[in-house]
């Protein structure tokens, strides 16, 4: 009866086209009431206890950081340093795309931001040079979302607080991922662009680039190269990485006002509005399902049903890019890898390891219909149809799924930095 019930508030609530915080809530205090025979104090509790964790810091600080930079000149000038290197390849501005990306997100930590930020400069850019529509918004759409998977990655930060696995680790072990992911989508692009002629080498344009992009480039060594040498936390590289972008574009690009600050802490404060509930209410459901023994339960279930350790993976990989397509990454970070970890922990793989698994699924089902976030971003950053924009990510998905086949099959990819 009570399975009954469940299924039928959830139902009511999607028919009622309600938010996916709604649901979540009162989802999660259905099963604490009926299920747990607790309390819906308990309930409150629970959000409140997570909620109130210096490991969030990071989040909003990384958020922030990412609108200013977007709005401001730094991912232009990365942008610019990206164009130069890659003139003399047959399409290589397709690469300086894709290379760009990568460069942002290592400062960013987010996918969308990552792909707008660079999207609006590129594309006009691709389409003027006669690069084909499509791969341009092949391209943007999948290299965007680099930023979730080369640190910082809010969604490493996701999934190191609801497992408590260390975040510099996930951090370190999110490098070379990221590092294939971009050589796949870079060699994908040279090859898609065989035919289009190479542009010359401008070394005054290089050196131009490189004077004017100093301090858009050394962001990412100043952050990542604390967080590694241990310098600073997760928490403080965030900080950091906030003050400097804030300094950068109002006293040295001098590019934003102090007013437009006032805006893009507002346009921040809108997204945390949304994430921040749907973390603490999940977290809630993750102490109650943990203290029920469920993820226990399940791992018994899997191992018994399957025992090669190698299908298992496999079973939750195609899990989860289902799971992409039809659910935010950062909702099914935090609904489900408080449960999966337990069970790929069983047939022995490693918690970091299964991180980055994880994240890349995931990643992938940004590009996935019916609710890609970055087909949805695309198709109104970019003014195209929704089947134009699915159509154009096509090739580009079957090089994530060899980059997750990859990533998978070599664990030493996810552990070879961790000391």
């Not at 006002?257 to 921040?276: C, F, H, S, Y």
Request: proline share 4%; with cysteine; hydrophobic share 60%.
């Amino acid at each position: 009866m009570a399975v009954a019930g469940f299924i039928a508030l959830l139902l009511v609530l999607l028919v009622l086209r309600q938010s996916i915080i709604l649901i979540v809530a009162a989802g999660t205090a259905y099963v604490h009431v009926f299920f747990a025979a607790s309390k819906l104090e308990f309930f409150i509790q629970d959000i409140w206890i997570a909620i109130d964790r210096e490991v969030l810091l990071p989040i909003p600080m990384f958020m922030l950081a990412g609108a200013v930079m977007t709005r401001g000149e730094i991912a232009k000038r990365l942008i610019r340093i990206m164009v130069a290197l890659t003139a003399p390849f047959r399409g290589g501005l397709g690469i300086a795309a894709v290379s760009s990306c990568a460069l942002f997100a290592a400062i960013s930590g987010s996918s969308v931001v990552t792909m707008l930020a660079i999207g609006a400069i590129m594309y006009p850019a691709l389409l003027q040079e006669r690069y084909d529509k499509h791969f341009a918004l092949g391209s943007l759409a999948t290299a965007g979302t680099l930023g979730m998977i080369i640190p910082p990655s809010i969604a490493m930060i996701i999934y190191g607080i609801v497992t408590e696995v260390s975040i510099v680790d996930l951090f370190l072990a999110g490098v070379l991922p990221g590092l294939v992911l971009t050589a796949l989508l870079c060699a994908y692009s040279l090859w898609a662009n065989r035919g289009l002629r190479p542009g010359a080498f401008d070394l005054a344009e290089l050196a131009t680039a490189l004077r004017e992009g100093v301090f858009a480039l050394l962001l990412p060594v100043i952050l990542l190269g604390g967080i590694y040498s241990g310098y600073f936390t997760a928490t403080e590289s965030a900080a950091v990485t906030l003050f400097y972008a804030i300094a950068i574009e109002l006293f040295v690009h001098k590019d934003m006002k102090a007013r437009d600050l006032i805006d893009i802490v507002l346009e921040t404060a809108m997204l945390l509005g949304t994430l921040l509930p749907l973390l603490a209410i999940a977290s809630s459901l993750n102490t109650i399902l943990e203290f029920e023994g469920i993820p226990q339960t399940l791992a018994r279930l899997i191992g018994e049903m399957i025992e090669n350790r190698w299908l298992v993976i496999l079973s939750i990989n195609l899990l989860l890019l289902v799971v992409g397509c039809f659910m935010d990454a950062i909702s099914a970070l935090i609904i489900l890898s408080g449960i999966l970890l337990p069970v790929v922990q069983s047939h022995g793989f490693d918690p970091v390891h299964f991180g980055i698994i994880m994240v890349v699924n995931l990643e992938i089902g940004f590009i996935t219909p019916p609710v890609g976030l970055n087909l949805l971003v695309a198709m109104i950053a970019f003014k195209e149809k929704f089947g134009t924009v699915v159509v154009s990510v096509v090739p580009f998905l079957f090089v994530m799924l060899l980059g997750l086949a990859i990533i998978t099959a070599l664990p030493q990819l996810s552990t070879a930095l961790i000391q």
